[in-house]
């Protein structure tokens, strides 16, 4: 198994991860009912997040913390919630990739989720 290094290991990593991430009752929902999101449209800028949360480059500059503020008035995302988000990405990851950018990507992706629980629900 390899490191994450390259744009297209993000493509299919988060792909692997909407798959599964999709497939969860609670969470399916609250894409395709709630936010109605076009998959195709979204998993580019998810891979324009993690190019620049993990390599710091690419274009990406939108407040993420602000969408899910706004996703929460709407959505009431749980802390149940936010653990399986963290349980499939974690998972995809481990699958996928070995090295120290697919500790780094988890170990981003489990402060990121930490700090954006806090302020959606404080
Ligand atoms: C309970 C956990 C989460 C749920 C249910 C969730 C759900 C969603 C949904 C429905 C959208 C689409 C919003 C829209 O376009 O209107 C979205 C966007 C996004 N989410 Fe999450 N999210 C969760 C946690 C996270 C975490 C922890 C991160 C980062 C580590 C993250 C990163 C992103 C990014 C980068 C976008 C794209 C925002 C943009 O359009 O620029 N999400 N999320």
Redesign the pocket.
């Known amino acids: 198994m390899t490191d994450i290094t390259t744009r297209q290991d993000l493509e299919l990593l988060m792909g692997q991860f909407y798959i599964s991430l999709l497939e969860d009752p609670e969470?399916r929902p609250?894409?395709t009912d709630?936010?109605k999101?076009d998959l195709a449209a979204?998993l580019p800028?998810?891979v324009d997040?993690?190019e620049q949360?993990l390599f710091g480059k690419g274009t990406?500059r939108?407040n993420?913390l602000a969408?899910?503020q706004?996703?929460h008035q709407k959505?009431n995302?749980?802390a149940q919630?936010?653990k399986?988000?963290?349980s499939c990405f974690n998972t995809a990851v481990d699958a996928n990739f070995k090295g120290p950018m697919a500790e780094k990507i988890k170990t981003?992706?489990l402060s990121?989720?930490t700090v954006?629980q806090i302020k959606i629900h404080s």
């Open positions: 969470i609250i894409f709630i936010a999101i979204h800028i998810i997040f993690w949360a990406y939108n993420t969408i899910h706004q996703l959505a995302l749980t919630n936010f399986t988000w963290l981003r992706a990121i989720a954006m």
